[in-house]
């Protein structure tokens, strides 16, 4: 694994998002990093993230899904192009569609994993699939595709 995730390259202007934002006091926080060819991110969820007792809220686990996406695209898009992410231009991507499988109910209380593959570079969109595990079992399965944010844009926040 990397030292510095990849989100905590991202710019100050690109860094409120309630996923994966440093700069947003009340957001997750969420840290991605390379782990050979994919992707990883620990979460442990809070108590207020709460479906029914003991069990996750499925809209936490799907914006765990979203963010590790646009995070993980990002990241492989520096790499397909042989550049460290602190270099210029930046390149920042959304969500252009997100498909979540719940397999199981995610249980309360313990680290989540999130762990992503790349499966297709094209241009400006990266797709990526990823599962999210507690205590070793598959909880849930999602797809992102990603879209890459044109510079114009960045350069006019």
């Not at 231009?89 to 499988?101: G, I, K, Y």
């Not at 989540?112 to 241009?123: A, D, F, P, S, T």
């Amino acid at each position: 694994m990397s030292e510095k995730a990849f989100q905590d390259y991202y710019a100050e202007e690109m860094s409120y998002c309630y996923g994966c934002g440093r700069l947003n006091e009340h957001g997750l926080h969420i840290q991605s990093y390379w782990d050979g060819d994919e992707t990883v991110a620990t979460y442990e969820p809070r108590p207020y993230h709460i479906a029914i007792p003991g069990y996750v809220y499925g809209g936490l686990v799907a914006s765990l899904i979203d963010c590790h996406g646009t995070g993980s695209a990002a990241a492989a898009k520096y790499r397909e192009e042989g550049r460290s992410m602190d270099s210029k231009p930046e390149l920042r991507f959304v969500t252009a569609s997100l498909h979540v499988d719940y397999l199981k109910p995610t249980p309360l209380g313990v680290p989540l994993n999130l762990r992503g593959q790349i499966e297709q570079i094209k241009g400006r969109k990266v797709t990526v699939n990823i599962q999210l595990s507690a205590n070793g079992e598959i909880c849930a399965q999602g797809r992102v595709i990603a879209v890459q944010i044109p510079e114009h844009m960045i350069e006019a926040l």
